[in-house]
């Protein structure tokens, strides 16, 4: 219940922030968004683990849990969170830092002196990311949703995997979230409980073309089991604690298994419900699933969500910088559109965009990442991005790299060679941006120097007007766009 209480606390927190953009008020919005973030989130996050931890514990106790044992325990596992992600960081080599145990035996944990800085910097950009701040929701690139409901293929495919379609996994959450207005309680509250069969015939009378195979598989596949917590995907041993440093690879979570066994009946929170559907239908509207589930005949369609987001996010670039310019190229590949000139095979620029009376050049390098969410992911995700350094091969800016020496090496020949007008400013000025549907900690805070803005996909238009380049593009500017 107190998992739930949290959850609610922070949304509604984050609500009432978003909601005083409309009005001028002296209220530090950022500060409101970040500290819901910190406080909810991170007690959220120790219930959670409370949670799981018990459901996967094999011993037994008869003490009763009391709100002081309970903040007793909350207070253990703050410190052993702590102590653990310190641990994480140090391993992962996120950040410089140690542990300092003083003459009382209280450990200190320490980062490098402008960690906090560095934070805080980030946390302004989540709390505008949250606040939709300088965002253009037009410009913004999702995945299909209705599309992907209602394709055969994907309703054929949960059906082989699982028993049952996605679009009624979804419906089944929406009810789960629902419990007052479906009758299933006659008063709002933390938790609801429900006999399995109940919950079942609840189903199939709210989702139109449910059977009733299909309403008890879904009501199985979203029960959280316990001796499963602590299983990884693709190991047959059991860890000897709540895996909480791995994501992807935990099937058995409780933000998405929000069912709890209770005896013979069924316990769960709506809000918990809630988030789960959010979590379901954006990640496989996005290209991923929530965990590495290995479904055979939903994997290959979900990669192609993917692919299509991708290729997207590269029209949509292109789409934002025709509003200031003319002249914009996609998918520019110069050694196999000009085989005489005998260029580097740099491969393909995916947005190149030039303002001739300022004589700016813009490369825009387009990229789709998963999201990461563990301390693990987060170190995967800088390595995939920037490699070791910046000529890793293993990285994606070895490859930027090569495109940034290659234009500049022959700039003059190649707006030569697409026919744009000479320049009219004397000095040259080019420009690279990193174009992602979202910012992560380390397109804030690179491993190391880059000459690379990191936008938003939906904050590229405002990013474009503040930095003024040149003359807005004509309105014609569509007939250059290749």
């Known amino acids: 219940r107190e998992k739930e209480r949290i959850a609610a606390a922070e949304r509604f927190a984050v609500l009432r922030a978003q909601q005083s953009l409309a009005h001028d008020i002296e209220f530090d919005r950022f500060e409101v968004v970040e500290k819901a973030r910190k406080d909810f989130g991170t007690a959220a996050r120790h219930y959670r683990y409370l949670l799981e931890k018990v459901l996967s514990s ?17 207070g253990l596992v703050d410190w052993y969170k702590v102590m653990a992600d310190a641990g994480d960081v140090l391993h992962t080599g996120v950040d410089v830092g140690g542990i300092e145990i003083d003459e009382f035996h209280i450990p200190q944990v320490f980062y490098s002196t402008d960690s906090g800085e560095r934070r805080e910097k980030y946390a302004r950009e989540y709390a505008k990311s949250r606040l939709g701040i300088d965002l253009n929701d037009q410009d913004e690139v999702v995945g299909p949703s209705e599309e992907l409901m209602a394709d055969e293929r994907m309703r054929q ?52 073309g449910l059977e009733r195979f299909e309403s008890a598989a879904i009501l199985e596949f979203l029960t959280l089991s316990g001796p499963h917590i ?4 693709g190991r047959d041993v059991e860890e000897s604690e709540v895996p909480y440093w791995e994501h992807n690879k935990r099937t058995h979570r409780y933000a998405i298994r929000p069912l709890i066994s209770e005896g013979d009946a069924l316990r769960w929170g709506a809000e918990t419900a809630s988030r789960a559907l959010n979590i379901w239908s954006a990640s496989v509207r996005d290209g991923y699933l929530p965990a590495d589930f290995s479904w055979s005949n939903v994997e290959p ?14 029209m949509r670039a292109g789409e934002v910088l025709l509003r200031h310019t003319p002249y914009v190229v996609r998918n520019l590949d110069f050694y196999h559109r000009f085989r005489s000139e005998r260029f580097d095979d740099v491969g393909d620029f995916d947005v190149f965009a030039y303002w001739p009376e300022t004589n700016t050049l813009l490369v ?51 707006l030569e060679l697409l026919g744009w007008p000479s320049p009219q400013g004397d000095q040259p000025r080019d420009l690279e941006i990193y174009v992602s549907r979202v910012i992560y900690y380390w397109m804030v805070h ?14 590229l238009d405002a990013w474009l007007t503040q930095q003024a380049i040149g003359a807005p593009a004509v309105a014609s500017a569509a007939s250059r766009f290749e």
Do not use: W
């Not at 094999?58 to 909350?74: H, I, M, N, P």
């Not at 602590?230 to 995907?233: E, N, T």
């Not at 690179?446 to 904050?459: G, L, M």
């Open 230 to 233: 602590r299983r990884l995907a």
């Open 157 to 208: 495919a949960f059906k082989q995997d699982l028993g049952f379609e996605l679009q009624h996994l979804l419906s089944a959450l929406v009810v789960l979230s629902q419990p007052v207005q479906l009758g299933l309680s006659d008063t709002l509250a933390l938790s609801y409980v429900a006999t399995a069969d109940n919950l079942s015939q609840l189903l199939i009378d709210n989702i139109e």
């Open 58 to 74: 094999t011993g037994d106790g008869a003490q009763q849990v009391t709100s002081e044992v309970l903040r007793e325990l909350v």
């Open 364 to 414: 825009a390098e387009c990229k789709y990442n998963q999201p990461p969410y563990s301390m693990k992911d987060t170190r995967r995700l800088r390595d995939k991005i920037f490699g070791k350094s910046e000529d890793d091969r293993n990285g994606q800016f070895s490859r930027i790299l090569r495109r940034r020496q290659f234009l500049s090496q022959h700039r003059s020949r190649l």
């Open 301 to 314: 369609l979900i990669r192609e969500v993917k692919e299509g987001i991708e290729k997207q996010l590269e």
């Open 446 to 459: 690179p491993p190391y120097e880059v000459p690379t803005a990191f936008i938003r996909i939906d904050a």
